[in-house]
Structure formats: C-alpha cells, structure tokens
C-alpha cells in the first residue's frame, strides 16, 4: 500500500496550461452584413445588449461598473475603462471581449454567445462612430387572451368605508358580496369582453385582475389588470371610466386620504417601475414619476397627510416621493428580495414594509433608518394593510397561508387568521379593523371577524361549492 502511494505522489501532473489552451473558446466568425442604412442603437443594438449583456451589466447588478443600461452607459465604460472607441472596432474592448479574441470573454462561457451576425452589428455600429438612437425602440405588441376556466386566483380584496359592501377579484372576474350574512350582491362586467366564440365573456377584465380598492368615500372601486384600469360604479355596476397606456400589469392601487386621487404601481420585470397618480373624478393623470424604481413596483401608499407617496418594488428599495410633484424624499434600504407592499403608521412617523424574503421591516421616516424587524412568516409577505386607532396595528398575508395582525409600536403578533389552505395574495381591511377579507390561489375569500380572529364565511360566487366552516 505505501508503494502504492509513493508512486502516485511521484507521478507527474499533467500541465494545467495545456489543458487550458484546450479548453480555450475560438473566435466567433467574423462575416460582414449588407447594410445600406446606418446601424442605429435604438433598434439594431440595444436588443442585443439587452438579451446578451444587461442581466450582468444593468439595474441591481453592475459587474466591472459598466452599466449597459443606457447608450451613455456604454460609452463611458466601467472599472476597465473606455470600451468603446468610436471608429475603431478593432480598438475597442467591446468588440475584442464579445468575439472572444482578448479575455475575458463576454458574455462568459456559461452564457449565450453573440451570433456571427450579432458581432457584426456591434462591429459596424463602432466603426460608423458608436452613435446613440434615433428614437424610443419599439416593443412588441402583446395580445392577452382570456385566462382558462379553472384559473382563477384571488389577487384583489377590498372592503368599503361603511362596510357595506366587500369586493373581490377571482380570475379575470369581479364580484361584490355583503358582509354581514356574505351574500353575493353581483358581479361587475365589461359587456365588450368577448369569448373567441362571440359570445358575452362575463368578466371585467380581458386578462387577471391583479388589484382592486374601493375609494374612501365607496362611490369608486378601482380595478387594476394587464396594461390598463377600469373605474367602476359599484352601485350600479357601470364603468365609469377606462384608463389604458400602462406598460405591463397594474399590481398596486391605493388612493389618497380625502379620495381625491388614486396612485398605481406595476411596469415590466426587469424595466423601470411604473408609478403614476390619477385624478379620481376625470381619470386624468396628473403624474408619472419616471425611474423611480429599477424593477416592477408591487406597492403604493399615500402618506397620512396625502402630501407624499411611499412605494416598494422588486429592486429591493422602500422610497417616498413627494405628491404632486414626484420629487424624490428618501429611500430605505434593507430587504433582500422584492418588497411587495408598504404603509404608513397613521401619524405619518413610520412606515412598514414587506418582502418576498419573507420579512417586515418598520422603518423611522425622519431619520431614514429601519426600527425594528417582525419576524413570523415562512415565505414571501405579499399584501400589508394598515389599521388606525388608539393602538396602531397591520395585517399581512403571505405565502404560507398565514394571516397575522401586528402591534404597529412593539412589532408584537396580536393574533392569527386561521383556514386558508393556498398561497395568499390579496387582502381588505375595514377602517375600524373589524373585518378582515384575505384570497389566494384557492380561488376563495374568507371573511373574519377582526377582533377575534374567527371566520365569519367562506365567500364564494354563485353555483360554486360552498367552503366548510373549520372545527373548532
């Protein structure tokens, strides 16, 4: 056995630079493209740069400081320097990474690699003086289609001032209950919303309603889906106004203090956040803060006061920006994955927040610090709602079914909601905190009794299956 050993400790090893050689990737082929028009970046570049290069160079996650986010991005440069010389492709650091004729290779080995045809755009782009755009690239137009029978998730609840009436989304459906014997009242409809048959679809959005919140005073219910918004009269279930021109889903609808305006958070994974403020009688917008968030926003409320708006979104930031103007106040950073809803404690001196990383932060507005973190949900706290009163508390749902209420000063858990047996989305709280109205990807609304935690009714529409009360 020692000779054994003693032979393999004496044995060469094979030359590892060797091996590397080997392991080198070749140049991708240089081939040259016809082109009678100039290479424009808008349109010829920034979609390969945006499929090959931003996830690493763009947004949260700058490798090397060379953000591609923008033309002037580019230019610049990052730790490395200026990689871009214009007119001088074979100069420029850009070029020699992307067709792997100097290291480090870019994109690295374990991504996509430029095409031969793709490096010629960026070859010639450079060498006709690396100029910017022309214009704003145009996206791809995007048709939805009505979502399938069975699908039909709860990602909206709202419960109106005098408690009258509770609304909840399910699919791409809106239907209104009363809350004190739960009974169905009806449902909202756009009467244009048809099947491929032509025949009345009964839903109030083309694609899933993805929030939805009645206006102070209940005389509006705002509804939020795929790149548009829906007033609705509840009263008489009529559309009171449309609102279209939102680059992806609506995710977040809060409205302000005295009703008189109604915020909206979404925009595209991956892109700006979309944040924008509308006048709740005409529809008209009065704001769109632009680049506020790196990521889709998931959610918005107005300050106490109505004078400033707090948002979170999936670049992992908490900020404030004062209303009407937009003007950015202050940011709050600490949570590790998307932040998916924010409020404020009723004095206006705190806010709270949660995350998809499963945690609540209580963050002090005037010394822009985090006060204390509320631990007790296993997975992403989706929806969080603030309730006033002598003892300031809120109440979150989350992923793991849980539905808990929190003492706003110590963080202390007050009591639980029991029952819901899916992933929870969407949550309505009365005013005075005695009803609570959670939904999920089970497709059922549960209505409690706030103030001790006991299930009032399973809510259901009309011709389903009621839900049984659970043993006591």
Same mark, same amino acid.
């Given at each position: 056995?020692?000779?054994? =050993?003693?032979?393999?400790?004496?044995?060469?090893?094979?030359? #590892? $630079?060797?091996?590397?050689k080997? $392991?080198?990737?070749?140049?991708?082929?240089?081939?040259?493209i016809?082109?009678?028009?100039?290479?424009?970046?808008?349109?010829?570049?920034?979609?390969?740069?945006?499929?090959?290069?931003?996830?690493?160079?763009?947004?949260?996650?700058?490798?090397?400081?060379?953000?591609?986010?923008?033309? @002037?991005?580019?230019?610049?440069?990052?730790?490395?320097? #200026?990689?871009?010389?214009?007119?001088?492709?074979?100069? !420029?650091? =850009?070029?020699?990474?992307?067709?792997?004729?100097?290291?480090?290779?870019?994109?690295?080995?374990?991504?996509?690699?430029?095409?031969?045809?793709? +490096?010629?755009?960026?070859?010639?782009?450079?060498? /006709?003086?690396?100029?910017?755009?022309?214009?704003?690239?145009?996206?791809?137009?995007?048709?939805?289609s009505?979502?399938?029978?069975? %699908?039909?998730?709860?990602r909206?609840?709202?419960?109106?001032?005098?408690?009258?009436?509770?609304?909840?989304?399910?699919?791409?459906?809106?239907?209104?209950?009363?809350?004190?014997?739960?009974?169905?009242?009806?449902?909202?409809?756009?009467?244009?919303?048809?099947?491929?048959?032509?025949?009345?679809?009964?839903? @109030?959005?083309?694609?899933?309603?993805?929030? =939805?919140?009645?206006?102070p005073?209940?005389?509006? +219910?705002?509804?939020?889906?795929? /790149?548009?918004?829906?007033?609705?009269?509840?009263?008489?279930?009529?559309?009171?106004?449309?609102?279209?021109?939102?680059?992806?889903? %609506?995710?977040?609808?809060?409205?302000?203090?005295? &009703?008189?305006l109604?915020?909206? *958070?979404?925009?595209?994974?991956?892109?700006?956040?979309?944040?924008?403020?509308?006048e709740?009688?005409? *529809?008209?917008?009065?704001?769109?803060?632009?680049?506020g968030?790196?990521?889709?926003?998931? *959610?918005?409320?107005? !300050?106490?006061?109505?004078?400033? +708006?707090?948002?979170?979104? @999936?670049?992992?930031?908490?900020?404030?920006?004062?209303?009407?103007?937009?003007?950015?106040?202050?940011?709050?950073?600490?949570?590790?994955?998307? %932040?998916?809803?924010?409020?404020?404690?009723?004095?206006?001196?705190?806010?709270?927040?949660?995350? @998809?990383?499963?945690?609540?932060?209580?963050?002090?507005?005037?010394?822009?610090?985090?006060?204390?973190?509320?631990?007790?949900?296993s997975?992403?706290?989706?929806?969080?709602?603030?309730?006033?009163?002598?003892?300031?508390?809120?109440?979150?749902?989350?992923?793991? /079914?849980? #539905?808990?209420?929190?003492?706003?000063?110590?963080?202390?858990?007050m009591?639980?909601? $029991?029952?819901?047996?899916?992933?929870?989305?969407?949550?309505? #709280?009365?005013?005075?905190?005695?009803?609570?109205?959670? *939904?999920?990807?089970? &497709?059922?609304?549960?209505?409690?009794?706030?103030?001790?935690?006991?299930?009032?009714?399973? +809510? %259901?529409?009309?011709?389903?299956? !009621? /839900?049984?009360?659970?043993?006591?």
């Amino acid at each position: 056995m020692r000779n054994v =050993l003693a032979l393999l400790l004496l044995t060469p090893l094979p030359l #590892v $630079a060797a091996d590397d050689k080997k $392991a080198d990737l070749p140049p991708i082929p240089e081939i040259k493209i016809d082109r009678k028009e100039p290479i424009d970046y808008t349109k010829d570049i920034e979609p390969i740069f945006e499929n090959k290069c931003k996830f690493c160079h763009s947004g949260n996650v700058i490798e090397g400081k060379f953000d591609m986010s923008t033309h @002037a991005g580019v230019m610049k440069g990052g730790r490395r320097g #200026v990689v871009v010389v214009p007119g001088k492709s074979t100069e !420029s650091l =850009l070029y020699l990474f992307s067709s792997r004729q100097k290291k480090p290779i870019m994109p690295p080995k374990s991504e996509e690699p430029l095409t031969p045809e793709e +490096l010629a755009l960026i070859k010639l782009w450079i060498d /006709q003086g690396a100029k910017p755009g022309s214009g704003v690239r145009e996206k791809p137009k995007i048709v939805v289609s009505l979502p399938p029978a069975l %699908v039909k998730p709860v990602r909206g609840v709202s419960i109106n001032a005098d408690k009258t009436l509770i609304a909840a989304s399910r699919g791409n459906q809106i239907h209104l209950y009363e809350p004190t014997k739960g009974e169905h009242v009806k449902m909202l409809v756009d009467p244009a919303i048809l099947t491929a048959d032509k025949k009345p679809a009964n839903a @109030a959005h083309v694609s899933l309603v993805e929030s =939805l919140t009645f206006s102070p005073d209940g005389k509006t +219910l705002v509804s939020g889906s795929f /790149q548009e918004v829906i007033l609705w009269d509840p009263a008489s279930g009529a559309i009171k106004k449309r609102i279209t021109g939102f680059a992806d889903k %609506v995710t977040t609808i809060a409205f302000s203090p005295d &009703g008189r305006l109604f915020a909206t *958070g979404g925009g595209a994974p991956t892109e700006d956040g979309e944040i924008k403020v509308f006048e709740t009688e005409t *529809g008209k917008e009065i704001l769109n803060i632009r680049g506020g968030h790196s990521d889709t926003v998931f *959610g918005v409320a107005f !300050s106490p006061d109505g004078k400033m +708006l707090a948002t979170g979104g @999936a670049d992992k930031f908490v900020k404030v920006f004062e209303i009407p103007s937009g003007k950015f106040l202050k940011s709050f950073e600490g949570h590790t994955h998307h %932040v998916l809803d924010v409020g404020w404690k009723p004095d206006g001196k705190f806010l709270v927040s949660a995350g @998809a990383d499963n945690g609540i932060k209580i963050w002090d507005f005037e010394k822009g610090e985090k006060a204390r973190d509320v631990n007790g949900h296993s997975k992403q706290v989706t929806r969080l709602l603030v309730i006033p009163g002598k003892t300031p508390a809120f109440v979150t749902t989350s992923g793991d /079914q849980q #539905v808990k209420m929190w003492n706003f000063d110590n963080g202390g858990n007050m009591r639980n909601f $029991a029952g819901n047996n899916d992933f929870l989305y969407a949550l309505g #709280v009365s005013t005075d905190g005695k009803l609570i109205a959670v *939904g999920g990807e089970e &497709g059922v609304v549960r209505l409690y009794n706030g103030e001790n935690a006991q299930l009032i009714k399973a +809510l %259901v529409p009309p011709g389903e299956e !009621s /839900q049984p009360m659970p043993k006591k």
